[in-house]
C-alpha cells in the first residue's frame, strides 16, 4: 500500500503537532498564494503559519462556500489548480441546504484514497478481504473513494450499483463478501430484505459492516440492531464531502471516532462565542484539511455535535477522539417544550424496540408550540396494540417531554440506500 504511512499513526502527541504544524504551513500558504477564495479572506490576516495557531483564523462556513460558488460558477474560487488538471466531481447530498459541487485533483483523490487507507487498517480489513459496497456510484461522494482505496489495498472489489436490493443481497452472499460498506440506514434496510427473502444474513462470510454517511453508527440501539441482523461487527466513519474522510472507529474502543490527525486539525468550539470549548466538553467541531491541496478547507464549522478528548487509544494511536461520535448537528437541533432534542436522541429510542421496522419524525411548527410526531411503521407480523403507548412513555421517560406517536401501515414509510430524510418540518 505504497499511498500508506503507518508511522504518522503511532506518533506521540509532540510528534502529531509537529507533523500537523509542518504541513498547515505549506497547505495555508499554497491556499493563499493559489486559492481567489482564501486569498481574498486570509491576505489581510497578521498570521505566520509556522509559529501562530490556527485557531487565530476565521472560520470558514458552508454559507461562505454556498455564495462562492454562486457568484463564481460553477466550481467556485476555492481551487488552486487549473480547470484542466481536475479530474473528479462530486457534490453534497443537500441534506442541509442546496447540494455544493466540489472538484479534486488526480493528488486529491490520492489523499482520499490514504485518508481511506488509514480507516481500513484500523478497522482490521485485511488483503484477502472481499469488500461489497452496495452504493449507487453517482455525484454524492459516498464511497468512491472507498472503492478506489481498496482496489489500490489490493482488495477484490464488488460494485453493487444500478441493482435492486435483493439483487444485492445475492450478489453479496454468492461472492462471500467479508465488508460491507453502506449507510446505517441501508444496512439495517438490506437486513430487513434478507428477512422478507429467506437469506440469511447471519450466516453470510460478512464479518465487518463499515457505515457511513448519517448518524448511526455510533447511536447504540442503531449500531445493536445492525449487529445483531448481520452478525457482524460495525465500524463508524464519518467524511464531508468539501472537508474530506476525517473519522474512523478503531477495533480496540466502541463508542467513538479517532480523528486522522496526520491529515486534518480538529477543533471543537462553542458554536455561540467561537472560543475552545474545552476538554471533552460538547461543542461545534471544525476542520481542516492538510492534504486536499487542489481545494484546500480551512477552519471549517461542520455543524456538528462532538465532543473531543486526547490521550493514547490501546489501538496505540494518539489521535483524538470523538467520544461516543457524532452527537447530533446543530441545524437539526429541535427546541421541542422548552428542550433541546436532537433526532439521533430519538433513533436511540426508537431502534430499542424490536418491533418497529421503520419510522419517521415530523416536526410541526404552524401553532403556538411546536409539536412532535413520531411515525412508526411495525414490522409484518408483529403485534402493535401496546407499541405507540410503549414508545410514548419512553420518549417521555428520557426526554423529558411528550410525543405524539402513531402507526404508519407496515411498507408505508421511505426506505433510503443514501442519507436517510427521517425529520419532516412543517412551517
Known amino acids: 500500500m505504497p499511498f500508506h504511512n503507518p508511522q504518522e499513526e503511532t506518533l506521540d502527541r509532540e510528534g502529531l503537532d509537529r507533523i500537523q504544524r509542518e504541513k498547515f504551513a505549506r497547505i495555508f500558504e499554497h491556499a493563499v498564494r493559489h486559492s481567489a477564495f482564501y486569498r481574498n479572506k486570509l491576505n489581510r490576516c497578521r498570521f505566520h503559519p509556522r509559529t501562530d495557531s490556527p485557531s487565530a483564523l476565521p472560520l470558514t462556513t458552508r454559507a461562505e462556500l454556498e455564495n462562492d460558488i454562486f457568484e463564481h460558477p460553477p466550481y467556485g474560487s476555492v481551487l488552486t489548480d487549473r480547470i484542466e488538471r481536475y479530474v473528479r466531481l462530486h457534490q453534497t447530498s443537500g441534506s442541509h441546504g442546496s447540494p455544493m459541487r466540489w472538484l479534486d485533483t488526480a493528488e486529491n483523490w490520492d489523499w482520499w484514497k490514504k485518508c481511506w487507507a488509514i480507516l481500513y487498517v484500523a478497522g482490521g480489513v485485511l488483503p484477502g478481504d472481499r469488500l461489497f459496497f452496495p452504493f449507487s456510484f ?126 486534518f486539525i480538529a477543533e471543537v468550539i462553542n458554536p455561540d462565542t467561537g472560543n475552545d470549548a474545552g476538554e471533552g466538553e460538547p461543542g461545534e467541531l471544525v476542520l481542516t484539511n492538510l492534504g486536499r491541496w487542489g481545494s484546500p478547507v480551512i477552519r471549517y464549522r461542520t455543524g456538528d455535535r462532538v465532543a473531543l478528548t486526547h490521550g493514547r487509544c490501546a489501538c496505540g494511536r494518539s489521535f483524538a477522539r470523538i467520544e461516543g461520535g457524532i452527537l447530533g448537528r446543530f441545524d437539526d437541533m429541535l427546541l421541542i417544550r422548552g428542550n433541546n432534542v436532537f433526532p439521533s436522541a430519538i433513533e436511540n429510542i426508537v431502534r430499542g424496540f424490536d418491533e418497529v421496522a421503520e419510522f419517521r419524525i415530523v416536526v410541526d411548527k404552524r401553532g403556538a408550540l411546536t409539536e412532535l410526531c413520531v411515525e412508526i411503521e411495525p414490522r409484518s407480523g408483529q403485534a402493535a396494540k401496546t407499541l405507540t403507548e410503549r414508545v410514548k412513555s419512553e420518549v417521555r421517560d428520557r426526554l423529558n417531554f411528550r410525543a405524539t406517536v402513531v402507526l404508519a401501515q407496515p411498507g408505508s414509510l421511505p426506505r433510503f440506500e443514501m442519507k436517510a430524510k427521517r425529520l419532516e418540518i412543517r412551517e
Not at 188 to 196: K, R, S
Not at 226 to 250: K, N, Q, Y
Open 138 to 263: 453517482g455525484p454524492f461522494i459516498g464511497f468512491w473513494g472507498a472503492f478506489d482505496s481498496a482496489v489500490e489495498f489490493g482488495n477484490l472489489c464488488l460494485a453493487a450499483g444500478g441493482m435492486s436490493t435483493t439483487a444485492r443481497l445475492r450478489h453479496l452472499l454468492q461472492n462471500e463478501a467479508t465488508v460491507v460498506c453502506c449507510t446505517p440506514t441501508y444496512a439495517l434496510h438490506m437486513a430487513e430484505v434478507a428477512a422478507g427473502a429467506g437469506l440469511d444474513l447471519r450466516g453470510s462470510a460478512v464479518r465487518l459492516v463499515i457505515v457511513a454517511g448519517e448518524p448511526g453508527g455510533n447511536i447504540p440501539q442503531v449500531r445493536a440492531r445492525i449487529e445483531s441482523a448481520w452478525g457482524a461487527r460495525v465500524l463508524d466513519h464519518a467524511g464531508m464531502t468539501e472537508v474530506g474522510p476525517w473519522g474512523f472507529e478503531c477495533v480496540e474502543h466502541v463508542g467513538g471516532l479517532h480523528v486522522m490527525e496526520s491529515e
